[in-house]
Each structure stands twice: as structure tokens, then as C-alpha cells.
């Protein structure tokens, strides 16, 4: 299997507060890979570094064997990286159809669009199982609404690699394994690799192939979903503080 | 800053991304035409005069949307574009003796070109500081013309310029003809925003508005698209500022200071932005209501600054906003 | 001559400062680019006028008319207006160059656009350095040094001072601990008020009262803002006075038709390396 991104020696100082230091890891292209870690631990960080957000204080990313560091995020969007963010992002004002029609255009910019490219902004809004939505304006949805809308439009601007912040975030469990569905599908059927932090373990568990922990900005462990569950660093890092006073 | 990640704050309760243009407004559009068209024919050269300057405006306001309205950034030296395109188109044809129809389009280029130069850095600029730059932008291009007295002849203005050449047999010397030119131009212009806005571009311009970052985070450089929609823009207003300066035939430097781009902001906001149409209608009320309250010039500016804060009040995005609450808003 | 340019630039440049100290507080705690304020600058200047010309008063009275006013009417339009619209940044700028846009043609309407020359209240000057310089010039300096110290003593030593401050640094956590956002606001913008005011009565003997008067000064304030830096009351004293000095100077050595354009070049050059302003508090 091939490495589809690497991390090396990844930092991120904020005048003085390392929120990610000395961070390695790569990824095997068409996997599940999920990070976790207590609240702090630099996750949305390292996720803001590979997507551009923000530029690494030091260390490497590379994407396809190619250096991203520092890249605009649009430029690493264009490269096949898409992302969705911690605290929903969208554009209000827009219908679904034209929100993933957005996506779309972004990575096909023509004065006119195709007719191909709005049917496969119709067969996103299938699998995403947004179809009836698509002429509702997206600030009238619910949050629930507006992550898998995020997700769509991510889809629609055809990733290689998707990152995921706390999709799962404020779901009920119907819906969690609607979505763990379909970021199966998205993996398995479309060999879309998949990056996921999360905090719902369920979900941690039962998608990731492999788990990477955070913990204060450093990467304290490393493994299969069982292995990582039975470490005793990873226990204390998130019982840490209840352990002592136990 | 965190007042400022909310560009969508002046758009009304119902923004449209594409203009459908319904059967019932084509009606509106058709009447409006042919007023504009039959006015040469009957009504006074004073009530020409007006028509001629509503129009003119009715552009300036219309691709001042552009940039303000369908992208984003809030801009206020549109009056300092316009000027630009005047002079220089003035400039062309008196002193390098270039026939109108080679300096109309050469304004709008250079003044495109212009906006190029001056937004490219300027975007850039974090929170309020974009927009407080083009308000000194636009008294520092005043400056610019008000003192260059060897180009511009300074506060004395320049006179005498041209009108267009005849062109396939028709003479523009008279006012009728001249009318009937910008009436084409106007056309034009609207059309073309008309169909930028409702394009692929367009839908990208409005995601850049409707959220920067998202927009970013899929893939548009966003930074390209700002400065490519402010340089349409400003080209526009050049072109527009070149048909003024023949058609009046006389160019003063307060025609084109800071209350210039004042107006059109007044009118575009008045209109609803991100509209097209709004900044269009608001221009055209706008004008008129200036022109019926002409005997009391001072008076005028105060009730469009009263007139713009209460639109700020009641319904930010003016009166195509209306038009939307009143058809009862997208559910 | 060249003493004569720097007196000038100096005294222009302190009343650059004065509004600048407001702009600077109301565009630091509230966002907002207090544009109403060169407006503000153009009634109190009037009220100063009719004061004096009218009413007969002494100039140190004009003065806190001028205040009083500036800080009546900066009150009002943040009590009513600006906050409608907190969180909307940009209607809350529009509103504000509106209410500039108002005043001013108020002023042209009521009062012509004819300039008003302001009676000298304290004829004589006094010889420094060899050259003469005008009482109601040293008054200009005087007053505004006396008030630039007040300023930083209210909001070094007082309690709303240090509400001003704490608010300055992080809103939200100021609101969690109990800070007042309202009265902080409105003191903010009556500070504002206040400083523009007096400037607009300080300078007016010097210069005339005329209905744009307000225009320029504003179009500098900003730029000192920016230069200066956020929530440092010494780089607005510093900034202002630079650029008063660079406009004085630059008017006979480099050119007098753009001495008004130095400003703007000033801004252009430091916005230009600095995207967030020269202390980066954007």
C-alpha cells in the first residue's frame, strides 16, 4: 500500500503554547484513520496544518509524496484534499443543490456548467441522502443538516483524502450510524481515504482501522483500535486527572 | 475581529444566489425599456438630462454590486473609478488625439487594470482596514486629479471634449443620439453582469461572500475571484466615466469626490445588494428623487443619509428586501 | 522657517492625536471605525463658534461646550444606533460614514459653507527660540498634553478605566467576569466624543470654522489609529504628532499640493507590510 500523506516532525507554536510538537505519522492510502485525544491536544491544529489553515511552526506534510506545508488551502484542495470543519461552515444563503453545486464548480470552473457536473452533484445528494433537500436554503436546516451538507460539498470536489473534525458531534446514534455507513461506503466503495478526530468512541471503534493519540500536542500512542483501547498511557491521558483524586 | 466573518449581514432576509427573472418582473423590465426608450422622443432636454445621468448611475451601482453585493467586500472609492475612466477617456481625446470609439474601450482596460493594481494588495487587508482604505483611496485619486493641473487643468476642468465620431452613418453630436448611445451602453452593461452573476463565476463569487473560508477550504482562490470581480467592477465604472465625460463634454474634479462613491453605495444598499436589479432600481429612484428635490441641494444629501440609515434599520437589504419579505421569503 | 513649519506641525499634530485617542479606544474595544466622528469634530466646532461669538463666553467655557457636545451627541448615536447591529460590522461602518455624510451637509445647510473666523481670544505670542509663537498655539499643546494625561490616568487608575482595559483584551472574558459591555460602550464612545470636540474648539481659532472642516482631520486620526496601534495611547501621541510633523515639513520640502496625501501614503506603506496594522490586533 502506498503513503498517501506523511507527517514529519510536525510543530505548531502559538506565541509560546506548543499546541502540536514533534508530530509523526503517515498514512496508508484507502485507509480509516482516526485521531483522538483529550480537548487541548492539538488535533484541529494538526488537522489545520495539513489543510492549509494554518502554517506549520516547523516540520514537514506531504501529500502524494509532494510537500504541502504552508500551501494555500485552496491550492491543497485542488491537490484532492478536502476537509469539514469542527464548527459547521456554510453557505448560509445557498440552496443544498447549489451548496455541493459550489463544490463542484470549484474544482470545474466553467462559465457554463456541464450537464455531467450537475448530475454528479445528483448522485452526491443521493448517496448523502440529501435529494429532498435540494432547493431548502441551508440556514433554515438543522446542524445535523449542515454537517452532512459540509461532507457533500466536500465529496463534490472528488478528494483523495478526506479530513473529518467531530463529524459525529451532537448526534443521535440513529443518525451516527447512518453516517458511519456512509463514510464506509465513501472509503470502501470510493477509495476515499478517511482521517476522522473524534471523541464519540463508538465511533472510533467501529470505523478506524488504525488510531493515532494526541495528548498536549505530542503523539503518545499508536495503533489498531484494541491495542489503543487496552494502553494504559492512552487510559490515563483521558482518566488522568479522575484517577489521581479516585 | 469578530464582526467581520458575517458578510451576508447587508443581504436581505431572502438572498437569492441566481437571479430568476420572472415573467412578471420581465413586464417591469419591459416598461421600464421602453420608457427610457421614448423619453428622446417627447419629453424635455432637461428630463434627457436626468434619464441620461439615472442610467449612468444605474451601471455604476450594477457593477458596484459586483463587488460589494455578490462577492463580499465592502468598497468605497467606485466614484474614483469612474472618475479615472472620465479623465482619462477626456485626456485620450484631446491632448493624444485618439477618436472616441479607441479611448472608450482603452478606459475600460486601463481602469480594469487599474483596479488589478490597487486590489491586489488591498484584499489582503484584515477586518474594517479594506474598506476604510478605499474611502482615503477615493479622496486620494481627487487629490490626484484636483492637483495634476498640467494634465487635468485641475479645479478649472477640462472642456470642450469631443463627442463620439460618427459611426455607421449615425452622428452622435446630438442629444437625442448621445441619450440613445449610453441607453445601448446601459443595455449592454446589464446584460453582461447579468449573465456573469448567473454563471459558474457568479455561484463562485457568492460562495466567496456567503462564507470566505468554506470557500477557501474547497478549492476556490478566493483572493483571485475578489480582486477579479473588484477589477470587472472598476473597468466597468471606466467605461462608464468615459461616456460621461463625452456626453456632458465637460469634467470638474468634485464631480468625481468622495460623495460620488458615497451615492452609489447609497443606491446599491437602498436597492438591496447582491441583487443586480436592487442596485439598478435604487439608482434609478435615487436620481429621481435627488432631481425633483433640486432646489434644495444640501437638503438632498441629508435625506439619503437619513434615508440610508433607516434602510439600515428596517430592512439592511433594501428594497428588493422588501419585495422578498412582502413575497413571503424562501422556506 | 523651519522652526516656524515644525511649531505648526506639532501643534496640528497633537490635535491629530486628541481624536485619534477616541477613534483609537471606540475602534479597539467596539470594532467599529468611528467615522460620526468627523462630524462630531464639525458641530462641536460650531457650538464652540456661537458660544463665543453669540453668547459671549470665555474660551475655556467654548471648550467644554465643545467637549459636552462631542460627548452628548457620540452617546446618542451609540445608544441608538450602532447598537442595533452588534455583531454587524459592516453596517455598523456604513451607519457610521452616513452619520458623517449627515452631519457635515447639516452643517453646510445650516450654517453655509462660508468660513466662520473664530475671534482670538488670547492676542500676543510669546518669543521661543528666537521666533514668535502664538498664546492660543501654546493653549493648543497645553490642553491636549493636560488631556492626553487625564485619558491614561482614567484608565490606568479608575475602575471604569480598568473595565475599558480589561474589555480592550478579551470582551467575552470581560462580560463572564462582570464587566458592563453597555456602560463600557458608552463610555468609550463619550471619551470619543469628548477628545474630537475639544480638538475641533482648540483648533478652530487657528484655522476657521468651516462645514468640511471635520473631513481631514478624520481621514489623519484614522491613519495615526493605524499607525499608532491599538490600545496605545503612546503611539497615538507619538503617531500624531509624526504625521503632523511629516505633513508641515513635507508641505515646503517635498510638496505642498499633496500635503494632504502623505497621510494616505503613510497608510498605504504601513498597511501594505503590515496587513494587521503596525501592533497586529486586527
Known sequence: ???????????????????????????????????????????????????????????????????????????????????????????????????????????????????EQY????????????????????????????RRIELATALATKPELLLLDELMAGLTYVEIDKTLNLLRHINEEMGITLIVVEHVMKVIMELCMHIIVLNYGEKIAEGTPKEVANNPIVIEAYLGEEAEYA | ????????????????????????????????????????????????????????????????????????????????FYGVGAYTSALLTLKAGFPFWVAFPISGIMVFFFGMIVGYPALRLKGHYFAVTTFFFAHFIYLVILNSQGLTNGPLGLRNISPPESILGISFKSLQSSYYLIFVFGIAAVVFLYFLVNSGIGKILVSIRENDELAEAIGIN?????????????????????????????????????????????????????????????????????????????????????????????????????????????? | MVFQQIINGIIIGSSYSLVALGLNL??????????????????????????????????????????????????????????????????????????????????????????????????GSVSLFGFMVSYQRIVVLAVSAILFVLVYLFIQRTKIGKAIRAASQDREAAEVVGINMSTVYSMVFMIGGALSGTAAVLISPLYSVFPTMGELPLLKSLVVVVLGGFGSVAGVLVGGIGLGLLESLGAVYISAAYQHGFAFFILIIVLLFFPRGLFGKV
Not at chain 2, 41 to 65: E, F, P, W
Not at chain 2, 239 to 250: D, I
Open chain 3, 26 to 123: 471606540i475602534w479597539s474595544i467596539t470594532d467599529i471605525p468611528d467615522f460620526s466622528q468627523g462630524g462630531i469634530y464639525i458641530i462641536a466646532a460650531y457650538t464652540g463658534y456661537f458660544a463665543v461669538k453669540l453668547a459671549n463666553v470665555p474660551f475655556p467655557v467654548a471648550i467644554l461646550l465643545g467637549m459636552c457636545a462631542g460627548a452628548a451627541i457620540a452617546f446618542c448615536f451609540e445608544r441608538f444606533l450602532y447598537r442595533r447591529w452588534t455583531g454587524k460590522g459592516r453596517i455598523q461602518l456604513l451607519s457610521a460614514i452616513a452619520l458623517f455624510f449627515l452631519l457635515a451637509n447639516l452643517a453646510i445647510l445650516m450654517w453655509t459653507a462660508k468660513a466662520k473666523f473664530f475671534p482670538t481670544y488670547l492676542p
Open chain 2, 222 to 331: 478566493t483572493s483571485f475571484y475578489k480582486v477579479l470581480a473588484f477589477s470587472i467592477g472598476a473597468g466597468i465604472a471606466g467605461l462608464t466615466g468615459s461616456l460621461f465625460a463625452h456626453f456632458f463634454r465637460l469634467l470638474h474634479p468634485t464631480t468625481f469626490a468622495w460623495m460620488t462613491s458615497e451615492m452609489v453605495v447609497i443606491m446599491a444598499i437602498v436597492g438591496g445588494l447582491g441583487t443586480l436589479f436592487g442596485p439598478i432600481i435604487g439608482a434609478g429612484v435615487v436620481t429621481l428623487i435627488l432631481e425633483l428635490m433640486r432646489f434644495a441641494p444640501e437638503l438632498r444629501f441629508i435625506i439619503w443619509s437619513v434615508a440610508l440609515i433607516a434602510v439600515l434599520i428596517i430592512e439592511p437589504g433594501g428594497l428588493m428586501g422588501i419585495a422578498g419579505r412582502i413575497r413571503g421569503g424562501k422556506k
Open chain 2, 1 to 80: 475581529m469578530r464582526n467581520m466573518s458575517n458578510k451576508t449581514d447587508l443581504v436581505g432576509k431572502s438572498p437569492r444566489a441566481t437571479i430568476k427573472v420572472k415573467s412578471r418582473s420581465l413586464i417591469i423590465i419591459g416598461v421600464v425599456l421602453i420608457i427610457l426608450a421614448v423619453i428622446p422622443q417627447i419629453a424635455s432636454d432637461y428630463i434627457i438630462y436626468v434619464a441620461t445621468i439615472a442610467m449612468l448611475y444605474a451601471v455604476l451601482a450594477g457593477s458596484y454590486d459586483l463587488t460589494t453585493g455578490y462577492t463580499g467586500p465592502l468598497t468605497f472609492c467606485h466614484g474614483a
Open chain 1, 1 to 115: 500500500m502506498s503513503t498517501i500523506l506523511s507527517i514529519k516532525k510536525l510543530r505548531k507554536e502559538f506565541g509560546g503554547v506548543h499546541a502540536v510538537d514533534n508530530v509523526d505519522f503517515t498514512v496508508d492510502r484507502g485507509i480509516r484513520l482516526g485521531i483522538i485525544g483529550p480537548n487541548g491536544a492539538g488535533k484541529t491544529t494538526t488537522f489545520n496544518m495539513i489543510a492549509g489553515a494554518f502554517k506549520p511552526t516547523s516540520g514537514r506534510i506531504e501529500f502524494k509524496e509532494k510537500r504541502i506545508d504552508g500551501l494555500k488551502p485552496h491550492k491543497i484542495s485542488q491537490m484532492g484534499i478536502g476537509r469539514t470543519f469542527q464548527n459547521v461552515r456554510s453557505f448560509k444563503g445557498l440552496t443544498v443543490f447549489e451548496h455541493v453545486l459550489a463544490g463542484n464548480l470549484a474544482h470545474n470552473t466553467r462559465f457554463t456548467p456541464k450537464a
Open chain 1, 119 to 146: 448530475q454528479e452533484v445528483e448522485n452526491i445528494l443521493e448517496m448523502t441522502n440529501l435529494a429532498e433537500m435540494r432547493d431548502v436554503t441551508v440556514q433554515n436546516l438543522t446542524i445535523a443538516y449542515q
